[in-house]
């Protein structure tokens, strides 16, 4: 009797529990080749609704959407940081009929209803030592300043030795994406790392969140932003550390695009005294991002003629984003560009050399960068050697040889190369094995970065501190 009075209970607590919107929901958006899981996580209040979203594949979670309207059967949820957002059609149950949006476009995603056993969860972080923890041995102070035409808003941490008097300092540049302040990426704080260390060795540091992220507002017209614009916020922390009387010269550490976006600044403004480049592009932005669109489009392990063949589909598609910056510009060149090549590969070969399915695969794609597809156009399109031959200042151009990401041998190469013509020889071409895109330690070029407990090498914070030190006596 107890085992069917307990049934009975738990069917009326399931029956209850679908009558509500609230909980979480899940469905698979396309993410270029694959399919990744977005879960919505909806809440009633006293005054209405409010939502957040998670994409566990990722490892994002808690993400904060705009507003939740919840309407008969009606679900409208808004995302301002990718203009765009969810409408859906309940069923009054465990199902919602709906679409993802971005911008003008939108796909199809249906959401299921979980339950709280099958609600993703993070991944339970690993040990990561060089992570800083207060009482730390400098001062630390949050800070917030605008642009000049007050349309945004930055938050930062601005750290520094302790004691009085000026102090050499460095602004940190993120890589591309939205990224906190800590650089926090995979479980790892790589910026607040590379802030803590810096200190330590008596050098202060402004790092800063970037445009949608922690305490940094978004601006006007985001979608349409460009490495460019971001080049002016650098400019933007530069004014207001000139503004304090215990920042000295003032120096610019990119990160990967930050190591991009660090010449062109460096090439028209005198007061940056030096520039350091993380994993910084010597190549085009389109060498780089054809190459890694290759390495995630074509299998490995096939003949030279097939990997030409499978190589040009990437390669011509992608031109794509060269060309434009309008979606459905870049989607109608994408079809034609796919139907010529098709015409002389047939199905089987297709499967055998490409780890995607057709054109649908590439559409994903560009659906994944829509918000983006300016910065993306910029990016393809620019060359680092042009604002490269115009830095004065002291150069550091560093890398790991086990980068997968900007590659380590023809990067620094290409930054070489430029260098070597131009008038500045106050340059230093450095690398370090067994060191990934992230600077992490690794034992294999593909381990996955959040598989390493080490968050910046320290062979590398080292050479940079006493690098710094060098050039600024």
């Given at each position: 009797?107890?085992?069917?009075?307990?049934?009975?209970?738990?069917?009326?607590?399931?029956?209850?529990?679908?009558?509500?919107?609230?909980?979480?929901?899940?469905?698979?958006?396309?993410?270029?080749?694959?399919?990744?899981?977005?879960?919505?996580?909806?809440?009633?209040?006293?005054?209405?609704?409010?939502?957040?979203?998670?994409?566990?594949?990722?490892?994002?979670?808690?993400?904060?959407?705009?507003?939740?309207?919840?309407?008969?059967?009606?679900?409208?949820?808004?995302?301002?940081?990718?203009?765009g957002g969810y409408r859906g059609k309940w069923n009054g149950s465990d199902?919602?009929?709906?679409?993802?949006?971005?911008?003008?476009?939108?796909?199809?995603?249906?959401?299921?209803?979980?339950?709280?056993?099958?609600?993703?969860?993070?991944?339970?972080?690993?040990?990561?030592?060089?992570?800083?923890?207060?009482?730390?041995?400098?001062?630390?102070?949050?800070?917030a300043y605008k642009n000049e035409d007050k349309t945004i808003q930055f938050?930062?941490?601005?750290?520094?030795?302790?004691?009085?008097?000026?102090?050499?300092?460095?602004?940190?540049?993120?890589?591309?994406?939205?990224?906190?302040?800590?650089?926090?990426?995979?479980?790892?704080?790589?910026?607040?790392?590379?802030?803590?260390?810096?200190?330590?060795?008596?050098?202060?540091?402004?790092?800063?969140?970037?445009?949608?992220?922690?305490?940094?507002?978004?601006?006007?017209?985001?979608?349409?932003?460009?490495?460019?614009?971001?080049?002016?916020?650098?400019?933007?922390?530069?004014?207001?550390?000139?503004?304090?009387?215990?920042?000295?010269?003032?120096?610019?550490?990119?990160?990967?695009?930050?190591?991009?976006?660090?010449?062109?600044?460096?090439?028209?403004?005198?007061?940056?005294?030096?520039?350091?480049?993380?994993?910084?592009?010597?190549?085009?932005?389109?060498?780089?991002?054809?190459?890694?669109?290759?390495?995630?489009?074509?299998?490995?392990?096939?003949?030279?003629?097939?990997?030409?063949?499978?190589?040009?589909?990437?390669?011509?598609?992608?031109?794509?984003?060269?060309?434009?910056?309008?979606?459905?510009?870049?989607?109608?060149?994408?079809?034609?560009?796919?139907?010529?090549?098709?015409?002389?590969?047939?199905?089987?070969?297709?499967?055998?050399?490409?780890?995607?399915?057709?054109?649908?695969?590439?559409?994903?794609?560009?659906?994944?960068?829509?918000?983006?597809?300016?910065?993306?156009?910029?990016?393809?399109?620019?060359?680092?050697a042009i604002n490269l031959k115009s830095v004065k200042c002291p150069i550091?151009?560093?890398?790991?040889?086990?980068?997968?990401?900007?590659?380590?041998?023809?990067?620094?190469?290409?930054?070489?190369?430029?260098?070597?013509?131009?008038?500045?020889?106050?340059?230093?071409?450095?690398?370090?094995?067994?060191?990934?895109?992230?600077?992490?330690?690794?034992?294999?070029?593909?381990?996955?970065?959040?598989?390493?407990?080490?968050?910046?090498?320290?062979?590398?914070?080292?050479?940079?501190?006493?690098?710094?030190?060098?050039?600024?006596?």
């Amino acid at each position: 009797m107890k085992k069917y009075l307990l049934l009975f209970c738990s069917l009326i607590t399931a029956q209850l529990y679908a009558q509500f919107i609230e909980g979480s929901w899940m469905g698979l958006v396309d993410a270029g080749n694959a399919k990744i899981r977005l879960v919505f996580n909806i809440t009633q209040t006293s005054s209405g609704y409010t939502s957040t979203f998670d994409s566990p594949d990722q490892n994002a979670f808690g993400i904060s959407n705009g507003k939740t309207t919840f309407i008969n059967d009606s679900l409208q949820i808004e995302i301002p940081t990718i203009a765009g957002g969810y409408r859906g059609k309940w069923n009054g149950s465990d199902e919602i009929t709906g679409f993802y949006f971005q911008g003008k476009t939108n796909t199809n995603l249906n959401l299921k209803r979980l339950l709280p056993t099958e609600i993703p969860k993070p991944k339970v972080p690993k040990n990561h030592p060089q992570t800083p923890k207060p009482p730390y041995n400098y001062d630390v102070e949050s800070v917030a300043y605008k642009n000049e035409d007050k349309t945004i808003q930055f938050g930062a941490t601005f750290s520094k030795p302790k004691g009085d008097g000026a102090f050499t300092t460095v602004i940190i540049i993120s890589g591309s994406g939205t990224q906190d302040r800590d650089g926090t990426m995979f479980g790892h704080k790589t910026y607040a790392v590379l802030a803590d260390y810096l200190t330590n060795n008596g050098i202060a540091v402004l790092r800063v969140d970037d445009r949608g992220a922690g305490k940094t507002t978004l601006g006007k017209n985001f979608t349409k932003l460009t490495s460019a614009d971001f080049a002016n916020d650098v400019e933007t922390s530069m004014s207001y550390l000139q503004t304090r009387k215990d920042v000295a010269t003032i120096g610019l550490i990119g990160h990967s695009e930050g190591g991009m976006i660090a010449p062109m600044v460096a090439a028209r403004n005198s007061k940056v005294s030096f520039i350091i480049l993380l994993a910084g592009p010597g190549q085009t932005g389109e060498a780089i991002w054809k190459y890694q669109m290759r390495r995630a489009f074509v299998k490995n392990n096939i003949s030279k003629n097939n990997k030409r063949i499978a190589d040009n589909l990437v390669n011509t598609m992608n031109d794509a984003f060269l060309h434009s910056s309008n979606y459905d510009t870049v989607v109608n060149e994408m079809k034609t560009t796919y139907t010529a090549w098709k015409e002389n590969v047939n199905d089987s070969l297709q499967q055998a050399i490409l780890k995607i399915t057709g054109v649908a695969d590439f559409i994903g794609l560009a659906k994944q960068y829509l918000s983006g597809l300016a910065w993306l156009q910029y990016f393809l399109n620019y060359n680092p050697a042009i604002n490269l031959k115009s830095v004065k200042c002291p150069i550091l151009a560093i890398n790991g040889e086990s980068d997968i990401q900007v590659l380590c041998k023809e990067n620094l190469s290409a930054i070489k190369k430029v260098l070597k013509k131009s008038e500045n020889k106050n340059y230093t071409i450095k690398s370090f094995p067994n060191v990934n895109h992230l600077f992490q330690t690794c034992t294999k070029k593909e381990q996955p970065y959040d598989e390493i407990e080490e968050t910046f090498a320290p062979v590398a914070l080292s050479y940079m501190s006493d690098w710094i030190k060098e050039k600024i006596k």
